[in-house]
């Protein structure tokens, strides 16, 4: 019988052939990763050397600008003592060997049938064997640095390992004694290339465990490479210069463009289209129709477009079609009329509520759009029974699923070539495109590159949900929180999304099959960092039939906004000064209370004082903690739409935006840096007007103009400091997001003593 050993299932270390002869161990049903050919040393899946001395390092994760292939390559720069100059990234196909398992961990409710022993840990076993066995390859959540540094160090710590021992073979001294720097293997004044060892050093035995280096990655002072930083981003250059290829700009031999229709998002079907006033568009192709979709082919994709604009396409519908006062009154009468599910407990606040007289206050959360710059594309080839796609997805293998199902063609016969994606905000979770580019590549018997326009890409968007929601607490004779209720009313947008992306639901379908159910995920962002000994989160699923999705901050989005800004209206209304209100309640939080004491010197905080236009606000998120404090001001002119830098117009202007993060240890300060500022200017885009409502079951906003996103000279002066901490390091991506809007809402109550309890703030009018 064969054992399977810890060393035979964590495989990130394993050299050459040790790679296949790993996962052979394992009960399967899935295929080994592509081999790799060519002159080059193959240290593991993640890790390559060629023959001239180019680090090749492999990229699971959709790069959406977020940096993590850069940060990925630095953790095994750093460990394996390479050049930076010599570091080379290569995106990386769905395989068994990069599932994330930490994803799918956080993920496991949603996705494994109920277990009572079954915990969501990333170590757990059936987590783990579930994940490999669905090439669980899924970028979101923030988990690419935290689920992956552990193996790209051990797969640089063991080449480095072999390199030394080829190095020491060849001197004649101990591998102890050998050490590796800026790509060589030295030994006193002796040293030797990596790529004149490579080659042989694949054939050494793999050390177990892999020997690390004392020092962590990140904490490695390296000096600059002239004017650029020592780790500067890998996929800078080519974004300046025009030479990043995204799945856009895919160009293959006799390749035509398509455009795409899909109606309004409860189409469930096509019924007809008129052709004959497409017929005279220069450069038309073909007509290809789906099952609830027409797509136009053209010798360009400006002529496939007009085709299609004028192909009249009725759809049959499978619900009513909402309007946004529609989807606010269900979102209403949800908390007042609905059943509610208790998701997050402590203490006993039914007593505490029963015997005193609360406080209470009611917010509204509009939809958000994703607003990405570049809308959906796919490029496709079939022949041969084959289909390649070129495609920025969030989770390749069920894009790969979904183009074999439509060709009804095995899994094995799609390749899947990854894309960067020009920005996403989790849009690429949801990869609605490829089956249709599978099927005009087929039946077009050339290849296809199928493209959404700005206005269908808003129509087909599953939006950030829209929520309501009730918030109460009870006040001791201190004034401070003795009890607190949060309830929420908003759409199971985690399992709505989990049924599209896993169970290839779609639309309505998905909608219809989580209907009513409880979502834990719906409600986290509204589990407050503070010592409140009664309290209670509760989840009233709402039925809108929109389909809704994940998005960038996720229930942080919104569930940060009502706690701050309700837990400013309870520190107003005792007098008490908000951030010191704040500390005080945080019991053993010292990591975001030291966030909040140094932004006030950061900001230069007066005390919030009536008047003083300044606010703060705070979270702790997926393990990262930031603290906030916005500047702002009401323009003078009257009501209006808010703009950040607005001049005096009407509106409000926001002139500062400090904030203090604990991310534990920064492995990359420039992307940490970008990744928090990015973060911070897509708060303030919620908080201005990134929304929309609903006309006839269509968005009422389709274009990027429309959504009232800051420009450029709206971008207020921005402070960021991080807090130095060797704790393991967390995700960076979003922890920016949450307490922007809070805090320009705690600072606006501050300059105008009027509160707004809705996002976009001036939704609602001033």
Aim: charged share 20%; glycine share 10%; net charge negative.
């Amino acid at each position: 019988m064969v054992q399977i050993t810890r060393r035979g299932l964590l495989i990130t270390a394993a050299a050459g052939t040790g790679l296949t002869v790993a996962w052979a161990l394992w009960p399967r049903r899935y295929d080994n990763p592509p081999a790799l050919v060519g002159q080059e040393a193959v240290f593991g899946a993640y890790l390559r050397i060629a023959a001239n001395g180019t680090v090749i390092v492999s990229n699971p994760h959709c790069e959406m600008g977020q940096g993590v292939g850069t940060v990925l390559a630095q953790i095994v720069a750093e460990e394996l003592g390479a050049d930076w100059r010599t570091i080379a990234l290569e995106p990386a196909p769905p395989a068994p060997v990069f599932a994330n398992t930490a994803l799918a961990s956080e993920w496991a409710p949603l996705l494994l049938p109920p277990a009572p022993a079954l915990t969501p840990d990333a170590n757990d076993i059936l987590i783990r064997r579930w994940a490999a066995m669905r090439d669980f390859v899924v970028t979101a959540g923030d988990t690419e640095i935290t689920a992956y540094e552990p193996g790209y160090r051990a797969a640089a710590a063991t080449a480095r390992s072999l390199l030394c021992q080829a190095a020491a073979d060849r001197w004649g001294t101990t591998v102890e004694e050998t050490d590796t720097r800026d790509g060589f293997v030295v030994w006193g004044n002796e040293k030797v290339r990596f790529a004149d060892l490579a080659a042989e050093a694949v054939d050494y035995p793999v050390p177990d465990p892999a020997p690390l280096r004392p020092t962590l990655p990140g904490n490695i002072r390296v000096e600059p490479i002239g004017d650029a930083p020592p780790f500067a981003r890998l996929d800078l250059p080519g974004k300046v210069d025009g030479s990043a290829t995204f799945a856009g700009d895919v160009r293959l031999p006799d390749m035509v463009y398509a455009a795409i229709r899909q109606g309004p998002v409860d189409s469930i079907a096509l019924v007809s289209v008129d052709r004959k006033p497409a017929d005279g568009v220069t450069g038309l192709i073909d007509i290809v129709t789906g099952g609830d979709w027409v797509a136009a082919a053209a010798t360009s994709w400006w002529a496939a477009d007009k085709a299609v604009n004028l192909l009249r396409p009725r759809f049959r519908h499978g619900a009513s079609r909402r309007s946004g006062d529609q989807v606010a009154e269900l979102l209403d009468q949800a908390i007042a009329q609905g059943t509610g599910y208790r998701l997050m407990a402590r203490g006993d606040t039914d007593t505490s509520f029963a015997s005193s007289k609360g406080i209470a206050a009611v917010y509204a959360i509009a939809a958000a759009p994703h607003g990405t710059i570049e809308t959906g594309a796919v490029t496709a080839r079939f022949a041969d029974n084959r289909l390649e796609l070129w495609v920025a997805s969030q989770a390749p293998a069920a894009a790969r699923r979904r183009a074999a199902q439509a060709l009804d063609i095995a899994i094995a016969n799609v390749q899947i070539y990854p894309m960067p994606a020009g920005g996403s905000f989790d849009r690429r979770l949801d990869d609605d495109l490829v089956a249709p580019a599978a099927i005009l590549a087929r039946d077009l018997r050339r290849p296809v590159q199928l493209t959404r326009s700005r206005q269908e890409e808003a129509v087909r968007d599953p939006v950030r949900t829209p929520a309501s929601a009730r918030l109460a607490a009870v006040i001791d004779a201190q004034a401070n929180i003795a009890a607190l209720s949060v309830k929420i009313a908003c759409p199971p947008t985690a399992r709505e999304s989990a049924q599209r992306l896993f169970n290839d639901s779609h639309g309505l379908t998905a909608i219809a099959d989580t209907a009513g159910e409880a979502d834990l995920m719906a409600v986290e962002g509204a589990m407050v960092p503070y010592d409140i000994a009664n309290l209670a989160i509760d989840h009233y699923p709402v039925r809108i039939d929109i389909p809704t999705g994940r998005w960038r901050g996720n229930g942080a989005s919104y569930g940060v906004f009502v706690t701050e800004s309700f837990v400013d209206e309870l520190a107003a209304q005792a007098r008490r000064e908000p951030l010191s209100y704040r500390v005080q309640m945080l019991g053993q939080n010292i990591r975001l209370a030291n966030c909040l004491t140094r932004v006030a010197g950061l900001a230069e905080w007066d005390g919030g004082l009536d008047k003083s236009g300044q606010g703060v606000a705070c979270c702790s998120w997926n393990g990262a903690h930031i603290a906030v404090i916005a500047s702002a001001s009401r323009g003078s002119g009257g009501g209006g739409s808010g703009s950040a830098g607005d001049g005096g117009r009407g509106g409000f202007r926001v002139e500062r935006l400090s904030a203090v993060v604990d991310a534990g240890r920064i492995i990359n300060q420039d992307i940490a840096l970008q990744q928090i500022e990015g973060g911070m200017i897509f708060g303030l885009a919620m908080a201005m007007g990134c929304a929309t409502g609903w006309s006839d079951g269509y968005p009422d906003v389709r274009t990027l103009r429309a959504l009232s996103l800051p420009q450029l000279a709206d971008i207020p002066e921005i402070r960021v400091d991080f807090i130095e901490s060797q704790e393991p390091p967390a995700g960076l991506g979003e922890i920016g997001v949450p307490a922007v809007a809070p805090a320009i809402a705690n600072a606006l109550a501050s300059a105008t003593g009027l509160r707004f309890r809705q996002l976009p703030l001036l939704s609602g009018g001033l």
